[in-house]
């Protein structure tokens, strides 16, 4: 199956599990490779090849035509990667109001030292200089191998064909700009009921290893059309992030990358804080972050599953979500799911070692619909019943802690032989 044929499978299967679309939203598809219109306006886009990978797309850009209201999330890992501290100074001195984003693959120019930091700088330089803007209007953003120098030199030379390269449409283009070890690349966008008519968002990400987000290799480019100041758009952007990118889980690294940029062009009807617009475009965003972010973990590094866990009945959300990242993130667990084995004990030892507070006697697990361990650890359960819903591609396994109102859902998936072939090679 082509790229772009098994990322609309991919959203074609996720949006099977959405129950309702909330009031007003509505999702965009394309159904066609950079199919016309599905970009917000006031928006272009390239993705080309500078020559970092031998063959592959490896550099993108967003161009705004006017300055944008901005807004990012970034990894909280302390080893922090060049363009992310860079991007963050950007957005302080620009007050949040930006022109553009770069991205390149290949390479992280994560722990690079000054050198580092001179690169992601003149990738910012150039940018501004071939597209008449400032330097600290432009995002940067890179992915790819820790700790080799950035061949910057090859991305400076690559700005005229970048600039030849921009159009209005070119989403998909900047969508495999930006993939490592991706086997599709993610996009999606939904058109949202506003007061002064409708606010098209749309976003393409990349992620498949180094997942766990602290807000993974994870990086997402986002866009609107909405007229929206940048302190309204950061607030809503980190609402959204924590139920979408930060409910996801692959692996259990966060990466030194991890970047969530979204520019508003303000082209089309204006979001006001405190009204029922600005719910509804948050709402919106969330649905589009966490479309793509799910699409990160059916694209796990070596995944054949894609699990939801959820948590009920915890003290409080805090401790619903540390259990659910613990039993999320568990190598025991996630191999269980990958040998379709319904082990129970390892689920309920990753919930007892997650800081979550409970009284085992009250622990319940079930798959989908099949109660595996009730209450009183009775674990008299079908094996049959088990194996056929986890012979599934996708289920989910409900943890209920008996004690609170404490609710949280995480995304994850299985840990298969491809994953460590994957990741014992990946420099070579």
Same mark, same amino acid.
């Given at each position: ?275 029922? =617009? $600005?719910?509804?475009? *948050? %709402?919106?965003? +969330?649905?589009? #972050? ?5 699409? !990160?973990? @059916? ?78 650890? =009775? $674990?008299?359960?079908? *094996? %049959?019943?088990? +194996?056929?819903? #986890? ?5 989910? !396994?409900? @943890? ?29």
């Amino acid at each position: 199956m082509k790229q772009f044929e098994k990322a609309v499978s991919a959203i074609g299967k996720l949006s099977a599990r959405v129950s309702s679309w909330p009031d007003g939203v509505t999702p965009v598809v394309p159904a066609a490779r950079n199919e016309e219109g599905f970009w917000p306006s006031g928006f272009r886009l390239a993705g080309i090849n500078a020559g970092i990978k031998p063959v592959r797309k490896d550099l993108m850009l967003l161009l705004c035509d006017g300055r944008a209201s901005a807004a990012s999330v970034f990894t909280t890992n302390l080893c922090t990667a060049a363009p992310v501290e860079l991007s963050k100074s950007h957005l302080s001195v620009s007050s949040g109001r930006m022109r553009a984003a770069i991205c390149n693959s290949g390479n992280a120019n994560a722990a690079t030292g000054e050198e580092g930091m001179l690169s992601a700088t003149r990738m910012a330089a150039d940018t501004a200089a071939a597209f008449g803007l400032k330097p600290e209007e432009v995002l940067v953003a890179s992915t790819g191998v820790i700790g080799q120098q950035l061949p910057v030199a090859k991305i400076s030379e690559a700005m005229a064909r970048l600039d030849a390269s921009l159009g209005k449409d070119l989403w998909l283009d900047a969508a495999e700009a930006i993939m490592t070890t991706d086997t599709f690349p993610k996009f999606f966008g939904v058109d949202v009921s506003v007061t002064g008519g409708t606010v098209r968002i749309a976003g393409i990400a990349k992620g498949s290893g180094m997942i766990c987000p602290n807000m993974a290799t994870m990086l997402a480019f986002l866009a609107t059309d909405a007229t929206i100041e940048p302190s309204l758009l950061q607030e809503i952007l980190g609402a959204a992030n924590a139920l979408s990118f930060n409910a996801i889980t692959v692996d259990g690294d966060t990466s030194t990358n991890d970047t969530a940029s979204i520019l508003a062009s303000g082209r089309g009807p204006e979001i006001i804080r405190g009204s029922d =617009d $600005a719910v509804r475009f *948050e %709402e919106a965003l +969330k649905m589009v #972050m966490t479309m793509l972010a799910q699409m !990160i973990v @059916v694209d796990g590094e070596g995944a054949t599953k894609f699990v939801e866990i959820s948590i009920q009945g915890a003290r409080n959300s805090d401790e619903a979500r540390m259990a659910a990242m613990t039993i999320a993130n568990s190598p025991l667990v996630k191999t269980a799911i990958h040998g379709e084995d319904a082990n129970w004990g390892r689920i309920i030892a990753a919930a007892g070692r997650s800081g979550a507070s409970f009284v085992q006697d009250e622990l319940a697990v079930s798959f989908d619909t099949v109660p595996i361990l009730k209450p009183g650890l =009775d $674990a008299r359960f079908s *094996e %049959e019943e088990a +194996k056929k819903i #986890m012979s599934r591609e996708e289920f989910t !396994i409900t @943890v209920t802690l008996g004690n609170g109102p404490g609710t949280a859902v995480v995304w994850t998936c299985d840990l298969s032989k491809r994953y460590i072939e994957i990741n014992g090679s990946y420099r070579s």
